[in-house]
């Protein structure tokens, strides 16, 4: 008789999310269980026993993971194939993450209503209504509220005097999970991964169809979306580097 299925303890920040190389491509699925272990070993770099006895499942149960997750990213970055995140359910999820609050998650990133539900919010840099091509001067956020996949509320957020090296604990401290620009540079990026907030650059256009474009799957954006302002020229505008467009999301 095969021993019982333990109950795998997954972050409960996961919303499942789909990123495609083309409209008509197979999906290649990452299961939760398989996102999680490599949330733990490769981003948070835990020892993989300590991962292991996170998620409540054995260390080879881990490795197995981690192989399966591995060979099919590496598949789909290598040959341009989509594939799907976190796309089940049916795991243990707790009120919170084992142990500290994970970079990822700690449920600092989502409101929680009295009934349950989560709701995603989403920062993007804005100027007059539209996306604000340089992340570090941005004069204000539209901070948009997400619930079952649509624009739920909107509001202005002004970033006041605040530099390249605030904004990201601005962000933070507004609870955002995504933020949508036109440029940012490499820096705001680090800071940004170190937040937990999760980001698509090189948009442009009017802020609420760009989150409703990100929402249907259908955003495009510059794929060479970094600015180097060290090297910009007088009449150089962060984003606009020239380069063909990137599908998100």
């Known amino acids: 008789m095969s021993r019982p299925t333990k109950d795998r303890v997954i972050c409960p920040g996961y919303i499942p999310v ?3 190389a083309g409209a008509d491509e197979p ?51 290598c040959f341009r194939k989509s594939f799907n995140v976190a796309g089940e359910s049916g795991y243990g999820i707790p009120d919170r993450c084992i142990g500290k609050k994970c970079r990822f998650c700690g449920l600092k990133n989502y409101k929680q209503h009295s009934a349950g539900e989560r709701i995603m919010r989403i920062a993007v840099t804005c100027e007059n209504n539209q996306v604000f091509q340089h992340f570090g001067h941005t004069p204000e956020f539209a901070v948009f509220d997400i619930e079952d996949g649509k624009i739920k509320d909107m509001r202005i957020e002004s970033t006041g005097e605040s530099g390249h090296g605030a904004l990201a604990g601005l962000l933070s401290g507004n609870n955002i999970d995504l933020l949508i620009c036109g440029g940012i540079g490499g820096g705001a990026q680090m800071a940004l991964a170190e937040a937990g907030i999760e980001l698509i650059g090189g948009a442009s256009g009017n802020v609420t169809d760009v989150v409703n474009a990100y929402l249907d799957g259908t955003l495009k954006v510059n794929a060479a979306f970094q600015c180097n302002h060290h090297h910009h020229g007088e009449n150089h505008k962060c984003g606009e580097h020239g380069c063909g467009e990137h599908k998100c999301h």
């Open 27 to 77: 999906l290649l699925n990452i299961p939760a269980d398989e996102l999680e272990a490599l949330r733990l070993c490769d981003l948070e770099e835990l020892p993989q026993g300590e991962a292991a006895e996170r998620m409540n499942i054995s260390r080879g149960t881990l490795q197995r993971l981690l192989y399966s997750a591995h060979r099919k990213l590496a598949f789909a970055l």
């Open 18 to 20: 789909c990123f495609r």
